[in-house]
C-alpha cells in the first residue's frame, strides 16, 4: 500500500456533491453548467436535462434552456456511453471525435450481422446527403436507406448511419412544453462549423475530474465508455494529487478542486432522472447504497430520478402530468423518512412544481 491519503465514502460522496452543484446551488448560466457537467444524459425528452438543471441552479426556467437549444448554442447528440446528451456546440465538436470508438463498439456489438457485407462509407455518403437536406427520423432515414439496399434492415441502416456520422437531433425535440420527433441532421450542417480535427483526450480526463473528482481511471471510463485511459491518467499525474479509496484504489484528483470536510451538511435534493451523477463512476456506493441500485436502475435501462438525503440515494420520484391538467411530483422513500427530511423533499417538490408551470400536488408513498 502507498501513502496516499485515503478518502472514505462520505468524504467522496461530498467532492462529488460540491463539485456538481448541489450542496449549494449556484447562479451559473445553463450553458455553463452544461459545459462544466460535461453534458445531461437527455436519452428521455424532454424532462432529464430540465430537471438536472433545476436541482442546480437558482432562478433556472424552462425557456433559458429553451432558447440554447433553438438557438444552435446546445445540442442533442449520441456521446458518453453511446447515449444521447445535451451539451454545448463547443462540446459538441470535441466530444464526438473523441468518443467515435464508443459508436463504432456499440455498432458491432449491436448491428453488426445486419450490416456483414455493406459498404459502410458509402452508406454515410448517402445518409449525410439526406439529413442534411431535411432533418429525418430514423425511421424515414432507414427506409430511404434501404431504397438502395434491398433486403436490408431499415433499422440496422439508420442505427449504422447514427453510429457513423454525428446526426444531433433537431428542435422541437427536446424543447419543454413542446417536443417533438426525434429528426436528425449533421452537427456539421447545424453548427455551421467543422468537428474539431484534434480533440486532445487529457482535456477531456481533466474535465471529468473537475466534475466527479476524484476517480479511478475504471470511473473516467465508465462515465464516457472508452476504455485504455489509465495511461491518460498516469501521464497526467504530476500535475494531479493521488488519493486512495478504502478498498486500496488509486484516486487521481486536480490540486484545486473542493473537497470538503465529510462532515459538511449535504441538503435534501431531487435528482433528475438518468442524471450522471449516478452513473459515470464504477463504483456508485459514493452515492447510490448498492442495496438501493435496483430500485432506480432498471434491468431494460431505466433510471428514474432519486431523492438524495445526507448525500446518499435514499428513495425515487417524478415528475408527471395529470388528466386533468396540471403536475404531481410523487415522492417514494425507500425507508423510514425523518420528518426534517420530508419536509425538505416536500420543498424541494414544490420548486418543481413551480417550474413546471404551478398547480399540481406532492405526494409521499409510504415505504414498501
Known amino acids: 500500500m ?19 452543484h448541489l450542496l449549494t446551488r449556484t447562479t451559473a ?21 430540465y430537471l438536472g438543471l433545476l436541482a442546480r441552479l437558482d432562478g433556472f426556467a424552462p425557456d433559458a ?52 457485407g455493406l459498404d459502410l462509407d458509402a452508406l454515410a455518403a448517402e445518409a449525410r446527403t439526406l439529413v442534411e437536406e431535411e432533418p429525418r427520423t430514423f425511421q424515414r432515414l432507414g427506409a430511404d436507406l434501404a431504397a438502395t439496399r434491398p433486403g436490408r434492415d431499415p433499422a440496422a441502416l439508420a442505427q449504422a448511419a447514427r453510429c457513423l456520422l454525428p446526426l444531433v437531433q433537431v428542435p422541437p425535440r427536446g424543447l419543454w412544453g413542446r417536443g417533438g420527433p426525434a429528426a436528425h441532421t449533421t452537427a456539421e450542417a447545424w453548427l455551421g462549423r467543422p468537428l474539431d480535427p484534434a480533440p486532445s483526450l487529457d482535456d477531456l480526463a481533466l474535465r471529468y475530474l473537475a466534475a466527479f473528482g476524484p476517480a479511478t481511471a475504471a470511473d473516467l471510463q465508465k462515465w464516457c465508455g472508452l476504455t485504455r485511459l489509465a495511461p491518460v491518467l498516469k501521464r497526467l499525474a504530476p500535475g494531479l494529487v493521488t ?40 463504483d456508485r456506493t459514493r452515492v447510490l447504497p448498492e442495496e438501493y ?61 413551480a417550474f413546471a408551470g404551478g398547480g399540481g400536488s406532492v405526494r409521499f408513498e409510504d415505504p414498501a
Open 65 to 116: 434552456l429553451g432558447e440554447l437549444i433553438e438557438g444552435r448554442q446546445v445540442v442533442r447528440i449520441a456521446l458518453q456511453r453511446g447515449t444521447i446528451h445535451l451539451v454545448t456546440a463547443e462540446d459538441c465538436r470535441t466530444l464526438r471525435p473523441l468518443l467515435q470508438p464508443v459508436l463504432d463498439q456499440a455498432l458491432r456489438s449491436n448491428f453488426g450481422k445486419w450490416l456483414t
Open 243 to 282: 488519493f486512495r479509496d478504502e478498498q486500496g484504489r488509486l484516486l487521481y484528483d486536480l490540486p484545486d478542486a473542493p473537497r470538503p470536510d465529510p462532515d459538511t451538511p449535504a441538503p435534501v435534493r431531487l435528482i433528475a432522472p438518468f442524471d450522471n451523477l449516478l452513473l459515470s463512476h464504477a
Open 29 to 49: 448560466t445553463p450553458a455553463a453548467m452544461i459545459r462544466h457537467l460535461g453534458g445531461l444524459q437527455a436519452q428521455a425528452a424532454p424532462q432529464p436535462p
Open 2 to 20: 502507498s501513502g496516499e491519503e485515503v478518502l472514505g465514502r462520505r468524504a467522496l460522496s461530498r467532492a462529488l456533491l460540491a463539485r456538481q
Open 293 to 353: 441500485r435496483k430500485r432506480v436502475m432498471t434491468q431494460n435501462g431505466i433510471v428514474f430520478g432519486s431523492l438524495l438525503v445526507d448525500g446518499l440515494v435514499a428513495g425515487a420520484w417524478e415528475l408527471s402530468e395529470e388528466r386533468g391538467g396540471g403536475w404531481a411530483v410523487t415522492v417514494r422513500p425507500f425507508a423510514p423518512t425523518a420528518r426534517a427530511d420530508r419536509r425538505a423533499a416536500g420543498e424541494e417538490a414544490e420548486r418543481v412544481l
